[in-house]
């Protein structure tokens, strides 16, 4: 089969596109015959092996997998003895290993039926992002009816997500993004878009009860500034820092939690069937629509994570076979 390969870790360069063989399945996997790959910043971390803790999952010396590509939609294509959630001609989407590639591995438990309203790159491109949003929006906030929620990021993979799930759960939702995102973001069903370039929403009046920040570019004085006495601010993102200075990043908000009356949270997202499962009732419902930026073919899946890595992406990336 074509996938695309790395034997190191290093910039994009050391990926290339080889013929190599089918993936072996274990008794609890599937083989999907993928039809698209939808990519985030974590596959940009697994090329570099860096931050190092992606290492852990990714390998600590060399490359564990040699393929890119955690997300993907397709057909089954062959099933382990002990799986029955799904059989041979099935579609599906979830979470597998070396996606970027013509057949992929996957655990049963990470694997749901595609939406039937979604094309297979749309629905590729929801999987780490979807399940995040959802992570953070629903389990982390406890979200409800009538709160007023600010989604800084609101453009990105996760930010367009947290934004219709939030609407779908009838929070009142405000988007900060670029000038030229601000209609795609309303869009999405943000009551309020703000641009970042021509306002700062930690100097305006409103203040919000749940702040997801996605991009974590603003002090943490500035950001609870704007939030409510008891609001809860959640944070997500993994670019910007490295070594010593992301560790510190990564803990300070903890530890201030502890001082302070407002909750500072972090939070981790697994992929799992019953999650998965909802997000494809969102779609399926019209309340959950994967908002794609580009599509690539799989020879040029580094030119995809350049974009990816870029922050220019205004939406989802998918790899398409």
């Known amino acids: ?14 990926l290339s596109l080889c013929d190599i063989a089918q993936p072996t399945i274990e008794r609890d996997e599937v083989l999907v015959r993928v039809h698209a790959a939808g990519l985030h910043i974590g596959d940009c971390f697994g090329v570099h092996g860096a931050p190092f803790a992606m ?11 040699g393929v890119p590509g955690f ?41 749901a039926p595609k939406p039937r309203s979604l094309s297979f790159a749309q629905a590729a491109a ?21 709160r007023k929620l600010l989604v800084n990021g609101a453009a990105g993979g996760v ?68 939030l409510t006495p008891k609001g809860m601010l959640i944070l997500n993102s993994g670019t910007g820092a490295t070594g010593l200075a992301m560790m510190v990043r990564l803990l300070r908000p903890l530890v201030l939690n502890l001082f302070v009356s407002q909750h500072l949270r972090r939070f981790l997202s ?27 073919p799989l020879s040029e899946t580094r030119a995809t994570l350049a974009h990816v890595e870029s922050g220019l992406a205004h939406g989802k990336a998918v790899v398409t076979l």
């Open 1 to 14: 089969m074509k996938a695309i390969v790395y034997d190191r870790y290093g910039s994009f360069e050391v």
């Open 55 to 65: 290492r852990a999952v990714s390998g600590f010396l060399r490359p564990k997998y």
């Open 71 to 111: 997300d993907l939609a397709g057909t089954v294509e062959a099933i382990g003895p002990d799986v029955t959630s799904c059989k041979p001609g099935d579609e599906v989407f979830g979470a597998g290993f070396g996606t970027c590639a013509e057949y992929a591995r996957v655990k049963q438990a990470t694997l």
């Open 126 to 146: 929801i999987p780490t992002s979807g399940l995040a949003a959802l992570a953070a929006i629903r389990d982390t906030a406890k979200l409800q009816a009538g």
């Open 159 to 226: 930010g367009l997500f947290a934004v219709q799930i939030a609407k779908s759960l009838g929070a009142h939702v405000t988007g900060v993004c670029s000038s030229k995102s601000v209609e795609l973001v309303r869009k999405s069903g943000a009551d309020h878009a703000i641009d970042y370039a021509s306002q700062d929403f930690t100097q305006g009046p409103a203040r919000y009860e749940v702040i997801l920040d996605n991009i974590e570019n603003r002090s943490l004085s500035d950001i609870r500034r704007v």
């Open 270 to 296: 697994k992929p799992n069937r019953a999650d998965l499962l909802t997000l494809a009732e969102l779609a399926d419902a019209g309340q959950l629509t994967p908002i794609l930026d580009q599509t690539f």
